[in-house]
């Protein structure tokens, strides 16, 4: 639909020129303005959600034409290839539908999507060569690129409003959103590649599956729940690090959740002391901070995929186990 066309619009136009007939202010630049933001903002989602199907498109070519290059693992079938994506893949036609909605629990669904595809393709790009060397990197610079693109369009302070009004904490809501959505992703894509044969992990997606929708949601009681089922998630990945995923995922996975319990113990302080309703605190120099580390991240993929493997890594890396999500674990 277009911008002209949409009812609100309309309606914030109404308003306006009633305003602009009252007050002999001329309204028709501002709504103009209003108009070409939205149009804008529809062109930088589009764009970005463009950017986050690269991997999926990648995976698809990679099922369809496997092997498609000697540096893949050859007792790989299309079979496992398509196992690794599936999940992933539906993932991101989840966001590509949600990246339109204007409710703050889809826009940070959306960034938990496309995180997840980024930081997981970086991982096992440098930890897994012959895994999917073309997919992963793939879904490094597309998952990254997108969050690049949008930016925090559609997360502002005054934008993210629900029984939990976190406006003097908004960074938090936005990190607990975006890494716990991204675990969540991660482990089930992990879990559904495993055939769902590990019982712990089966236990965890549950666990964590109502923090993450209280953290989307801004319900009053997300600190309580996103510290009790990442201090559970912490200690199971401490104690039983073989849950499906490569080490170095694991790893990632349990700094995670460390980080989580530190921003909801924060979070949950302020609520408790009534200041979550307080006016929004900006963080220009925080948001170029991380699209520094973005981009750097960005770097690090395409380095990873043009770097030379030799053929006793590749081997090693193919010998740990035939099914690749499962390799690296004891």
Do not use: K
Not at 44 to 51: E, F, K
Not at 56 to 75: G, K, M, N, R
């Amino acid at each position: 639909m277009n911008s002209n066309d949409d009812p609100r619009f309309a309606e914030i136009g109404r308003t306006l020129n009633r305003a602009a007939a009252a007050s002999s202010l001329d309204i028709d630049p501002m709504y103009a303005t209003l108009v070409e933001d939205n149009r804008r903002l529809r062109r930088l989602r589009a764009v970005a959600s463009a950017a986050a199907f690269l991997p999926v498109f990648v995976w698809l070519l990679s099922v369809a034409l496997h092997p498609i290059t000697a540096e893949v693992c050859q007792d790989f079938t299309p079979l496992d290839v398509w196992s690794i994506g599936v999940v992933p893949a539906a993932a991101w036609l989840v966001g590509a539908v949600l990246v339109w909605r204007d409710a703050p629990w889809a826009q940070l669904l959306v960034r938990a999507i496309w995180w997840s595809l980024h930081v997981t393709g970086l991982i096992l790009t440098w930890t897994r060569p012959g895994l999917l060397p073309y997919a992963l990197p793939a879904a490094a610079l597309g998952g990254g690129a997108a969050l690049l693109i949008l930016g925090g369009r559609g997360i502002a302070p005054f934008e993210l409003e629900g029984p939990l009004r976190p406006r003097r904490h908004t960074g938090e809501v936005v990190l607990l959103s975006v890494l716990g959505g991204a675990d969540l992703l991660t482990l089930v894509a992990a879990n559904v590649a495993n055939g769902w044969g590990h019982p712990l992990a089966n236990v965890l997606v549950p666990v964590l599956l109502p923090a993450v929708v209280a953290v989307l949601t801004l319900r009053r009681w997300a600190p309580h729940a996103a510290i009790a089922s990442n201090v559970l998630f912490a200690l199971a990945l401490t104690l039983r690090p073989d849950l499906g995923v490569p080490q170095a995922l694991a790893a990632l996975l349990a700094l995670s959740a460390i980080v989580q319990v530190a921003l909801a113990a924060r979070l949950f302080a302020s609520v408790a002391r009534g200041l979550n309703a307080d006016l929004p605190v900006r963080q220009p120099l925080q948001n170029r901070v991380l699209g520094a580390l973005l981009a750097v991240a960005i770097l690090a993929a395409v380095v990873g995929a043009i770097r030379p493997v030799s053929t006793a890594q590749l081997d090693a890396s193919c010998a740990e186990s035939r099914n690749p999500i499962h390799a690296g674990d004891p």
